[in-house]
């Protein structure tokens, strides 16, 4: 199997199962959020924003540098295996105690405190299973990744049901969370020790040392990242309230949803990455290129057709008390073509062991969304929020493509992008003609898609080495 067929392969079990989690997603998300209703599940939202920023501690970049240094020498699996989990159980007592300290001093309400702490404890399993899952990605078998996914989402969609079928409270839902992400955590553990390698524990205190300094420059861009990204959900239920916070969430939910995929993507692609920089910089290269124009032609009529269709989407996947979602939505989802290249971005960065550049551009990111969702969530509320998050996302594939070019190589943006523009435009055309017949939403977006594509296939959009790799891919490429 060759390296395009590999990536093509493991993207694609990823993305099925990332396809299958989303369908099954899109369920519950929708009955709990209209059974808990807007400020019910505001509170969840909260919750899951905190604990995901808490957590986040729990994992300091180890799981990213494991995959990195794994891929690289497989040798090494059961060292990296051993010394992770013991440090990432260290790390989880540490984050509970934070996580006890903020609840008595900023949470007064001790439902939401419960949920809190339960969805806490449910984020940290998540944690300490990305530890095994970090194993299946740096051998490249992706599959039973795929099937951790699709399985978290069935046993959510199920809890979920249950919990409304008996009519259960908050508290029933943030159990659910809890006793899944348990059971994920047990299947990959088993999967590891079956298949892959068994943890070597000992206690190498230089060896962690190590891993710390090595990892640290991860672990601090992702918190500054993560920061940025959950804090204005957390700022929205401090200032707003719980309704605010789940109007937001609503809208919030779907940009996420659609994040799987540059998210499998990048998951595929940064073992292949990180190999390419030891053997071939000019693979590296054309795999980045490659990469970034791919993820464009994806990103860019996602967020033309969404905000034409925004009204469309959020009274079909929501009841009307989310109405007001959809300028949220409309304004949130053009954060989406650049998170897409953003995510290309970070795993060359990784693959280039350049993470260490990426603190300061985190941490700069990180103080200019909080300090615009200070200045903006008390006047504007969640629309000041939606403006921050695209204005956030923005700066940072700046700094990170500015980063890239210097070390890397530099791509020409224009001759990129022009050709997804112009499609996207002829696409939004149609859109916009049909709007007054009122065509069911999902026949308007399948003549959507193919308008967009055929547009982009008459402009040769793909290059004769587009081509070629698509020939790989299928088989049908030979070397003579």
Not at 19 to 44: D, E, P, R, W
Not at 98 to 103: D, E, G, Q, R
Not at 444 to 472: M, N, P
Request: hydrophobic share 55%; proline share 2%; aromatic share 14%.
């Amino acid at each position: 199997m060759n390296t395009a067929q590999k990536i093509v392969k493991n993207t694609s079990l990823l993305l099925i199962a990332q396809v299958l989690s989303f369908l099954l997603a899109f369920f519950y998300t929708i009955k709990y959020a209209n059974y808990l209703g807007a400020a019910g599940f505001g509170m969840i939202s909260a919750a899951l924003a905190l604990a995901g920023i808490l957590t986040i501690f729990t994992d300091l970049g180890l799981s990213a540098l494991t995959v990195r240094e794994v891929a690289r020498d497989k040798t090494l699996a059961s060292k990296y295996l051993g010394s992770t989990t013991i440090m990432k159980l260290i790390f989880s007592g540490i984050t509970l105690l934070a996580t006890f300290l903020i609840v008595q001093l900023f949470i007064h309400d001790q439902q939401s405190a419960n949920v809190i702490y339960i969805i806490t404890i449910a984020l940290i399993f998540n944690v300490i299973s990305g530890t095994f899952s970090s194993v299946f990605q740096a051998y490249e078998k992706m599959e039973y990744q795929s099937v951790a996914t699709v399985l978290t989402s069935i046993l959510m969609f199920a809890g979920v049901y249950i919990a409304i079928f008996y009519n259960a409270n908050i508290m029933a839902f943030a159990m659910v969370y809890l006793i899944i992400n348990f059971i994920i955590l047990l299947f990959n553990v088993v999967v590891c020790l079956l298949r892959f390698a068994v943890p070597k524990f000992e206690l190498d205190l230089e060896f962690w040392k190590s891993l710390v300094m090595e990892a640290y420059p991860l672990a601090v861009a992702s918190i500054f990242a993560l920061i940025a990204f959950k804090v204005d959900t957390i700022m929205l239920a401090f200032i707003s309230g719980d309704v605010a916070t789940g109007l937001y969430s609503a809208a919030y939910k779907l940009l996420e949803a659609l994040m799987f995929i540059p998210s499998v993507y990048a998951t595929s692609i940064l073992p292949v990455f990180s190999k390419f920089h030891v053997s071939s910089k000019e693979s590296l290269q054309l795999s980045y290129f490659k990469s970034f124009k791919y993820l464009s032609m994806l990103g860019i009529p996602i967020a033309v057709g969404t905000t034409l269709l925004a009204n469309e989407i959020i009274l079909f996947i929501y009841k009307s008390g989310y109405a007001q979602a959809t300028i949220i939505l409309q304004i949130l989802i053009w954060a989406i073509p650049i998170i897409f290249v953003s995510y290309v971005l970070g795993a060359s960065i990784t693959s280039i062991n350049r993470q260490h550049e990426t603190v300061r551009i985190s941490f700069l990111c990180m103080l200019l969304n909080v300090g615009l969702n200070l200045l903006l969530i008390p006047t504007y509320g969640y629309l000041g929020a939606a403006v921050v998050t695209v204005i956030t996302e923005l700066s940072l594939f700046l700094f990170y493509f500015h980063l890239i070019s210097k070390n890397l190589c530099k791509i020409n943006l224009r001759k990129i992008l022009t050709k997804p523009i112009i499609a996207s435009f002829t696409m939004a055309l149609f859109i916009v003609f049909v709007k007054p017949f009122n065509l069911h939403l999902f026949i308007v977006l399948i003549i959507a898609t193919i308008i967009y594509f055929a547009v982009l296939i008459s402009l040769k959009s793909f290059s004769e080495s587009d081509k070629e790799i698509f020939r790989q891919i299928t088989g049908k490429y030979t070397n003579k």
